[in-house]
């Protein structure tokens, strides 16, 4: 679907009826790429995971969200809860930017809960009319019976220190008492770094210091979105989403257009502007599309999602009015300074089913399936149609590649590249765990130490052939139902 220049600045629910009705029946014409387990907008398109919060045994969950059209717009919240990751409650829209600092968008932001109430932090976006930011204020607001009310100003934007660019607040507790932490961009050095903020109450912060790079030679981008901060392990692990950080040079680390990196920090140095990061930031995933996750606790599990998309990217789903979704849920760790990434156990215990030990060279697939491989060898793997259209992994001696130059459909983007990782585990068993959704893969590979999420777009996928027989473990997945 194209672009709709006189509904791009409306909201949600000033929108002419006969435009939705137009993307919902393209919407419903894919029959290829609309995934069955995974979270995604009824149209338009979705970005970063916002608001997460667990809560009397319910996950709450709200996304970016601009209506109608596959493309970056008026950004509002949309709001699903679940109990067992198959029966979700469309809620429906949850933001509305309609704030007088949220001129041009409610962006992303985090729920925090005090035990008493529950508040929802997050950023209003204003800019010139001409696409240029003008300043990002950190906003508060009650979030009762599912519904947030009551907005009010938390930080306002201090152009002294920052561009304006500083968003994506996120409440950190340390040593007892609590810190709004948020991505800024800052004047003195056009460069990123962490806002810290002293919570004085719920709705009232006091400026406390920016973090920026302890080791000399790292900049980590211009812009540090969606900044996680958390205990976990022990240890303080700080994952950020940078704009700018790249290596051209290293085939391994900073391929995609913007990088979700991260790095455990020494200490946390309230007084001080260093960020006191143990080794220099490195990439949470290797795939082609993982963006601004957000964490949450989940009993006594940090978990996370992602945005299961890409900055600067327009997919082959634009045809069918809409445009990206949520990764599953993923329960975090820290082994060796290297952050695992696990599939949540709750998630994967309610929606596996028909478990089967097998082995072959082939697996038949309809759309979904959940594979899990204990391997010792080197092995490579396709999921094919009957055009010999395919994505393609490989584990060789030293790397762990996903090359998707084979699809029906390509994605026209400046990071089309092949991706690699190198191979931490070598002649000893793995275990590798491997999600399939009508258009995406998550591959956990190295024990959990190596992440490949990606989208794929293979028309008619019927099967997974593997270079050699193998013996593998194979689950269906029961599909998401969605109650309006």
Same mark, same amino acid.
């Given at each position: 679907?194209?672009?709709?220049?006189?509904?791009?600045?409306?909201?949600?629910?000033?929108?002419?009826?006969?435009?939705?009705?137009?993307?919902?029946?393209?919407?419903?014409?894919?029959?290829?790429?609309?995934?069955?387990?995974?979270?995604?907008?009824?149209?338009?398109?979705?970005?970063?995971?916002?608001?997460?919060?667990?809560?009397?045994?319910?996950?709450?969950?709200?996304?970016?969200?601009?209506?109608?059209?596959?493309?970056?717009?008026?950004?509002?919240?949309?709001?699903?809860?679940?109990?067992?990751?198959?029966?979700?409650?469309?809620?429906?829209?949850?933001?509305?930017?309609?704030?007088?600092?949220?001129?041009?968008?409610?962006?992303?932001?985090?729920?925090?809960?005090?035990?008493?109430?529950?508040?929802?932090?997050?950023?209003?976006?204003?800019?010139?009319?001409?696409?240029?930011?003008?300043?990002?204020?950190?906003?508060?607001?009650?979030?009762?019976?599912?519904?947030?009310?009551?907005?009010?100003?938390?930080?306002?934007?201090?152009?002294?220190?920052?561009?304006?660019?500083?968003?994506?607040?996120?409440?950190?507790?340390?040593?007892?008492?609590?810190?709004?932490?948020?991505?800024?961009?800052?004047?003195?050095?056009?460069?990123?770094?962490?806002?810290?903020?002293?919570?004085?109450?719920?709705?009232?912060?006091?400026?406390?210091?920016?973090?920026?790079?302890?080791?000399?030679?790292?900049?980590?981008?211009?812009?540090?979105?969606?900044?996680?901060?958390?205990?976990?392990?022990?240890?303080?692990?700080?994952?950020?989403?940078?704009?700018?950080?790249?290596?051209?040079?290293?085939?391994?680390?900073?391929?995609?257009?913007?990088?979700?990196?991260?790095?455990?920090?020494?200490?946390?140095?309230?007084?001080?502007?260093?960020?006191?990061?143990?080794?220099?930031?490195?990439?949470?995933?290797?795939?082609?599309?993982?963006?601004?996750?957000?964490?949450?606790?989940?009993?006594?599990?940090?978990?996370?999602?992602?945005?299961?998309?890409?900055?600067?990217?327009?997919?082959?789903?634009?045809?069918?009015?809409?445009?990206?979704?949520?990764? $599953?849920?993923? =329960?975090?760790? *820290?082994?060796?300074?290297?952050?695992?990434?696990?599939?949540? /156990?709750? !998630?994967?215990? +309610?929606?596996?089913?028909?478990?089967?030990?097998?082995?072959?060279?082939?697996?038949?697939?309809?759309?979904?399936?959940?594979?899990?491989?204990?391997?010792?060898?080197?092995l490579s793997f396709k999921i094919i149609n009957d055009k010999n259209e395919y994505i393609e992994v490989k584990f060789t001696?030293?790397?762990?590649?996903?090359?998707?130059?084979?699809?029906?459909?390509?994605?026209?983007?400046?990071?089309?590249?092949?991706?690699?990782?190198?191979?931490? $585990?070598?002649? =000893?068993?793995? *275990?590798?765990?491997?999600?399939?959704?009508?258009?995406?893969? /998550?591959? !956990?590979?190295? +024990?959990?130490?190596?992440?490949?999420?990606?989208?794929?777009?293979?028309?008619?996928?019927?099967?997974?052939?593997?270079?050699?027989?193998?013996?593998?473990?194979?689950?269906?997945?029961?599909?998401?139902?969605?109650?309006?």
């Amino acid at each position: 679907m194209k672009r709709i220049k006189e509904i791009e600045w409306k909201k949600y629910n000033e929108i002419d009826k006969k435009y939705y009705e137009e993307a919902n029946k393209l919407v419903e014409s894919d029959r290829y790429y609309r995934p069955l387990y995974h979270i995604a907008p009824p149209n338009g398109l979705l970005n970063d995971p916002n608001g997460l919060l667990f809560k009397d045994g319910v996950h709450h969950i709200h996304y970016q969200w601009s209506p109608v059209t596959p493309y970056h717009g008026f950004k509002h919240w949309r709001y699903v809860t679940t109990k067992d990751f198959i029966n979700y409650q469309d809620h429906g829209v949850s933001m509305i930017p309609d704030h007088e600092k949220e001129k041009y968008g409610s962006f992303s932001g985090s729920a925090y809960d005090f035990g008493d109430e529950v508040k929802i932090y997050w950023t209003g976006n204003m800019e010139d009319g001409k696409g240029e930011m003008t300043e990002e204020v950190q906003l508060v607001a009650d979030f009762k019976n599912g519904n947030i009310i009551n907005k009010k100003i938390a930080v306002e934007w201090d152009g002294n220190i920052f561009t304006p660019h500083a968003r994506d607040p996120k409440i950190f507790e340390y040593n007892n008492k609590k810190y709004m932490v948020f991505g800024v961009r800052t004047k003195s050095d056009d460069l990123g770094g962490i806002a810290l903020y002293e919570m004085i109450d719920y709705d009232k912060f006091k400026f406390k210091t920016v973090l920026k790079p302890s080791i000399k030679g790292n900049d980590y981008g211009y812009m540090w979105e969606c900044p996680n901060l958390d205990f976990l392990n022990n240890q303080y692990l700080l994952v950020t989403s940078a704009e700018g950080y790249f290596n051209k040079d290293n085939k391994y680390e900073l391929n995609s257009s913007r990088n979700v990196v991260y790095t455990i920090l020494n200490k946390i140095d309230l007084d001080g502007t260093e960020l006191n990061e143990k080794f220099a930031m490195k990439c949470a995933d290797y795939g082609f599309d993982f963006y601004a996750p957000q964490t949450y606790r989940v009993n006594n599990k940090l978990v996370w999602y992602g945005w299961f998309g890409a900055v600067d990217v327009q997919y082959p789903t634009d045809e069918y009015s809409w445009h990206s979704m949520l990764t $599953i849920p993923r =329960e975090l760790s *820290i082994q060796n300074d290297i952050l695992i990434q696990k599939p949540f /156990e709750d !998630f994967k215990n +309610n929606i596996l089913f028909n478990t089967k030990k097998q082995k072959s060279n082939s697996l038949n697939l309809e759309k979904a399936k959940h594979i899990k491989i204990n391997l010792k060898d080197n092995l490579s793997f396709k999921i094919i149609n009957d055009k010999n259209e395919y994505i393609e992994v490989k584990f060789t001696d030293d790397e762990i590649i996903m090359d998707r130059n084979n699809q029906t459909s390509k994605v026209d983007w400046d990071y089309e590249n092949t991706r690699y990782a190198i191979r931490k $585990i070598k002649n =000893e068993s793995q *275990i590798i765990e491997i999600f399939i959704d009508s258009s995406s893969i /998550e591959l !956990f590979a190295d +024990n959990y130490q190596t992440i490949f999420t990606s989208r794929f777009f293979v028309k008619d996928f019927n099967r997974v052939m593997f270079n050699n027989e193998i013996e593998f473990e194979s689950s269906d997945i029961k599909p998401m139902i969605l109650n309006k």
